[in-house]
């Protein structure tokens, strides 16, 4: 991969040879700017920029909405309610509980 190892950086140094030597001319600065000569537009200063008025003048505030800080907390939906009857025209018979005496009723649902 004519990248240097630590042991090869040390005996580079302990014999006064240049590291960069030992690197591959890919990884020079140089290389690396013309590969990416067609893709890189600079931004320039930004004292330098020529914006319109309305964009100059757009004040932005501070984001309405806060996230939460934490781990988010579980959904409790709790169980699902099924509301079906048969559909042969039958009554449907359900058993309910009184809320003052805690006895239980019968209840006939019609279609």
Known sequence: MKIPCPHACAAAQEHNI????????????????????GT???VGDEDDWELPEDIKNIQVG?????????RLKKQKVGRIR??????NGDKVVIQRCCSKCGGFFLVFSPL
């Open 62 to 70: 501070v984001p309405i909405e806060k996230k939460p800080i934490g």
């Open 82 to 87: 099924k509301n079906r009857y048969p559909s």
């Open 40 to 42: 890189i537009m600079l």
């Open 18 to 37: 240049s590291m960069y030597a030992l690197c591959s001319q890919y990884y020079t600065r140089e290389c690396w700017k013309s590969t990416y000569e």
